[in-house]
């Protein structure tokens, strides 16, 4: 009796510790079905602006193929959320999947996906840029006319201060499969010659979409990218890793990892101490939990994990970025893509 009831007692310890842990993190839901910019809110995207501010955008509309499809920005200032304003919209065809992102030179840029057809692998890539702090915006401009190509994650700045901007050209003709042939790859911005190029693509066994990119030092880059194939219930499927030691001109065949991933979308975020955070769905199959795992080798390991969504519910395409005053914020959906929700914490929260 004495050694089963310290058995219990020692159970009880551990999951207050852990529910300790967990408190650490903050969990908030930002803008959910009640918010009249249409049911649908995935995914979302966010920036920390020069002047302190947060600004928050995601593809809304009454459902993920349904016209009228919008992207929607919100500002966080003195600790409340803007009326979410509308950013952009076709008169014609659907939009989504936006990214905003302030450059070192303080424009902030607006990158989404507009989509004539009835599946993404018709899609173009569009962008705007504002020079007044997201306040005002230019008028949209098409990035890529190649049908097919997409965005959703956020740019890094190179050390020769060039731009890496991660993009996929999908294919296929079925919504609920991607195409094997599905490849990433990266368009580059020099900020001084105003010009864009592409870099090598990255293809793996099921395809390889949604890259996410973190820069190692001058020559070498890791990314992890989201698998193709469809959505249903598989035995095999993981998060697909490639690698570029020229500076993000050219990148190896896509590896598979030991990250299992259920079609979905993952982030990559390089820690102002030179740690890498991956964040993704620790599930083959479904899109929950929703887990942060930090490496302290350069992206060789990731032997800290953690779970900071848990349960019988969907969190999909977390978007990670790290403040000024070093804490970590990631963004995502849940309530089959109704709901956005932000996670605020600490690397020492993880760890």
Known sequence: MNVMRLLYIKVILAVLAVATLHAAIKIEKLFGPETPTGR??????????ANGDYYLAWYGGDGEYDPGTAVWGS????????????LAQDPFYSVGNPVIWQAPDGSVWLWYVIRPGATWSTSRIAMKISKDGAKTWSDASVLSFKEGTMVRGKPIVLANGDYLLPVWKETGADTEVVGADTASYFLRYDPRAKKWSESSRIHARLGALQPAVVQIDKNNLIAFCRRGGGYGPQTEGYIVRSESHDGGATWSPGAETAFPNPNAAIDLLKLANGHV????????????????AIS??????????????????????PYAIQARDGKIHIVFTSDKRSIVNQAI???????
């Open 277 to 292: 955070l991956l964040v993704y769905n620790d599930n083959m199959h479904d899109r929950t939990p929703l887990t942060v």
């Open 75 to 86: 500002r966080l200032a003195a600790g409340k959320w803007s009326k979410p304003v509308k």
């Open 345 to 351: 914490f600490g690397e020492s929260d993880i760890q």
């Open 40 to 49: 649908y809110k995935h995914p979302a995207a966010i920036t920390e602006l």
């Open 296 to 317: 302290t080798d350069n992206g060789k390991t990731f032997l800290t994990r953690m779970n900071i969504a848990t349960g019988d519910h969907d969190y999909a395409y």
